[in-house]
């Protein structure tokens, strides 16, 4: 039985799933609830999160498992890593993912790091759920997508849902693994709307979607670039080509074998990232691809990725600034040669 | 609130005194050892040796249990015996050996064993702070009486993770001793160098917590204060800075010509000050312990130690599988 | 902004270089001023130098590429500077507007390669490993890819075709069944100036009606005299003549009192010249190059001694641009210094002669009836049949015989 839901409201519906199932899953961050101590609010919340998110959890469950915190990223964060490694199964909210730079060492060299580090005798299940995404027009501090940061941490598992289904799997799969896992909410989806399972479901890791099934050229699309691409394969569908979108769904573990096979079947590649070109999850499936798939290549892989530069404010050049269904046409026509795609 | 009874170093039983001992003792020893030994070359990495600062490790765990979580530092080996790991386990940690504490894998600064409390040495200086903190919430949301002691350096109380941690222990009123060894280094350079303030323990007042500096080369001292701020934890009235006045016998790592350091001070420190030497002297005057019991203890002691090091030589290096192994609990 | 190290034009007839080797790779620093990137034209190899201080941020055309003149081989930029003319994520990409989108899909700025020569395949691994698998020479493939590009498509389409055909693809040649496999060996691609050497003489020798003459100039007086001339110039240090000065001399002489030797063939039309542009061939160890004396007939001996010095220096120093190395209307070559005597050199076209110089030999000698020790030097001439006949070549070929048996002429 599916209901439709927003993206935002498959979050909230997986916190409140995985802390009614697990009295050790507590959720911690910057006005989670906000207002806390204000009198008239006791344990009601002002916010539930910068955007609402989580909003009216803490009626639930009260300020004891919804905690508000200072702004102190690496005070809390590092007490949600050790939260986790004491014991509690900790949802972690950093609000936007620029701010990682508070709390880097938290993530990358204890939660990352403490499994291996001591030889597999300690645990994290730590959940850390971020805003990531531009087209809000918020400027360069907070409208990075910097999960490539993350992909490239061994110990630390990176989740990019394109949509409220798979959200609630994915994130509800995050709080119940055993590893530290990031889930980046990309904050324009927060409004999709969506079919979505109801009840407790979990989506595994390293499974990548086949969105759109096709011959002639691969898509892979990175988080809310899924949407993106689906609109290019339209376009393209519309002059004879029929495309294959890819949602990888986590960055780490990869589903290598998805990519490669489609690769295999259409030797064109394109991968769509609003994350900076460089070292990024685009460059590293480039090079997968190169690596594995390179005698099926019949054209260069092309990225369609931000630009080397940080996200400008001003909403015609943010426009300009995103991968859009038009440069992936162009990339395309220079993959295949036709002059027929450059009026797209 | 019922006015608690106060810890004094007067209740130390004579049982307890030996443990102190054994365990001041282990810490001397093994880092004697490890120091000749890495002098040797046999030892790899970088290693930061804890003698001098035995009563503060031990003063402190002394009112502990396994459930009970402790952080660490670079420096951890002391924290680590005095938390209870297994020392043949630490010696074949240090040597990078299979059969280490972390299977080869962490070293020196990552000595860790969860199965005791010991959330493991630390890397990073401050990073201790907040894991903590994590510990306490834990504690707090679980409805124990577990307390979390932290402890770090001088050093790190420069660093914003330790106000951004004391801060929310304060607020939060978690079951955490954050116990500063104030060395008087951090690194090279000196802690009046460093620090704007005189006593750490004065930061306490800011954050509406307690305070307290004690002589950290006294362990009768650490012990009574750790005991006040333990109960005081276990009994959810909050946080304790307890900062410990002491010194570091070797360099900030092993291969420092410590040209920093005043030679009278360092003097004094090795010989009449020496923390080991002072507890004996206490338990002697004390009754607690004779000077046989001392003799067994010393020689036990060092059994244990040459024990630990034949095992670490003749234990095996990791696997080459281990190379990706322990990366995820499943990947 | 980056900026472009482009193929630059090396003379009149250069339409495109070939790129030898990269002195720098992407990343690297460059002063403005160093060398970055060696090319080669049909005539020379040059060093290209950086125009600005900066890193070498990208390189857009590979070892062994053929790039017409003006195209971009490389960028020069800041650290971190994307040059971003093709990837559509690029920063440039990403504000372009409609128009200029189309501008950069319609002018990948690459040279059409269907209706030239294919230097270098480009070929996608898909369509490569196909073409292995099924036979097919890549070479006889039309790509129908960007810029040409072999696709698997198009591989693909060869194949149809050959099973259409299975008899004519099946049969391997008589030739290629004679042919033992060759095993061993170390192979090297022909590239640079090699490669151009050889598409040149192939060519002199496809296009031209070549013969060659030979005779034997006694040079016993010459090298007594080549011997007084130069303790008599030890003076003046500058100048050392040497026999293939005295050569030249006499080649340039005979040249001007047979101009019909003098001349080019090209198109149809011989062009006979008054004054003498004389090619002196010089061996590198990339090959052979020609620099040219111009307007030798109306140097002295000294002066054509100097000259032939200084450009054989900046010959082996890499120094010589196009303009001295073109526009002979003659030349000459030795193989002497190798203990050649006779030999049949190759026309340089448009030139229509060549005199090839061996190595002096002592002999006997009858001199009316007496024997006597002679120098004896080897001369043999190339001539181009379609712009002269035999007897006027030889008369030519007799004439430097004569000069150089007569030394003391060469130098009034």
Known sequence: MTIKMSYSDAINDAIRLAMRKDENVILIGEDVAGGAEVDHLQDQGA????????????????????????????????????????????????????????????????????????????????????IDGAGFNAAAQHSQSLYALFTHIPGLKVVVPSNPSDMKGLLLNAVFDDDPVIVFEDKTLYGMKGEVEEGFYTIPFG???????????????????????????????????????????????????????????????????????????????????????????????????????????????????????????????LMVGDKVFTTA | MQAEKKASAKDMTALKASWIYQKMQEIRQFENAVHEIFEKGEIPGFVHLYAGEEAVAVGVCAHLTDKDSITSTHRGHGHCIAKGCDIDGMMAEIFGRSTGLCKGKGGSMHIADVSKGMLGANGIVGAGLPLAIGAGLTAKVKKTDDVAVCFFGDGASNHGTFHEAVNMAAIWKLPVLFVCENNGFGEASTFDYAAATDRISEYAKAYKIVGETVDGRDLPSVYEAAGNAVARARRGEGPTILECLTYRDYGHFEGDTQTYKDKDVQDRALNEDDAILRFQNYAKSNRLLGEDEIKTIDALVKAEIDHAIKFAEESPFPDASQVTTDVYVSY | MATEIIMPKMGMGMEEGTVVEWLKRTGDSVKKGESVVSISSDKIEKDLEAPEDGVLIDIEADVDAVVPIGQALGYIGVEGESV???????????????????????????????????????????????????????????????????????????????????????????????NAPLIGGTTKKVTGMRKVIAQHMLESLQKTAQLTLQTTADVTDLIDFQKKAREAYVINDEVRLTITDFIAKAVVNALLDHKEMNAVYQDDSITTFNDVHLGVAVALSEGLVVPVIRDAGKKTLSAISREIRRASQAARKGSLDTLQLSGSTFSITSLGTYGIGFFTPVLNPPEIGILGVGTISDRPVYTGDELQRRSLLPLSLTFDHRAIDGAPAAAFLVAVKANLEAPLKLVL
């Open chain 1, 47 to 130: 916010w539930g999160g910068v955007f609402g998110v989580t909003k009216g959890i803490v009626e639930e469950f009260g300020r004891g498992r919804v905690i508000d915190t200072p702004i102190a990223e690496a005070g809390y964060m590092g007490a949600a890593v050790s939260a986790a490694a004491t014991g509690l199964r900790p949802i972690s909210e950093l609000m936007f993912n620029d701010f990682i730079g508070s709390c880097l060492d938290e993530v990358m060299n204890q939660a990352a790091k403490f499994h291996y580090m001591f030889g597999g005798k300690a645990k994290v299940p730590l959940t850390i759920r971020t």
């Open chain 3, 84 to 178: 971003g003319h093709e990837s559509a994520g690029s920063p440039e990409a990403s504000i372009m507007t409609k128009e200029t989108v189309s501008n950069v899909v319609v002018s990948p700025s690459l040279p059409d390669l269907s209706e030239k020569d294919q230097p270098r395949l480009r070929v996608s691994p898909a369509a490569r490993k196909l073409a292995k698998t099924g036979n097919v020479d890549l070479n006889k493939v039309a790509g129908t890819g960007p810029a040409g590009r072999i696709t698997k498509i198009d591989v693909a389409a060869v194949i149809e075709e050959m099973k259409r055909q299975p008899a004519a693809i099946s049969q391997p040649s008589v030739q290629e069944i004679g």
């Open chain 1, 207 to 333: 499974k990548a979607e086949i969105k759109r099934a096709g011959s002639d050229l691969t898509i892979v699309g990175i988080g809310k670039q899924v949407l993106t691409a689906l609109k290019a394969a339209d376009q393209l569908a519309k002059k004879g080509f029929e495309t294959e979108v890819i949602d990888p769904r986590t960055l780490s573990p990869l589903d290598e074998e998805t990519i490669i096979n489609s690769v295999k079947k259409t030797g064109r590649l394109i991968i769509v990232d609003e994350a900076y070109p460089r070292c990024s999850a685009a460059t590293d499936i480039a090079a997968i691809v190169g690596d594995k798939a390179f005698d099926y290549l019949d054209a260069p892989i092309k990225r369609v990725t931000a630009p080397h530069s940080p996200v400008p404010f001003s909403p015609p050049l943010e426009k300009l600034y995103m991968p859009s269904p038009e440069k992936i046409i162009n990339a395309f026509s």
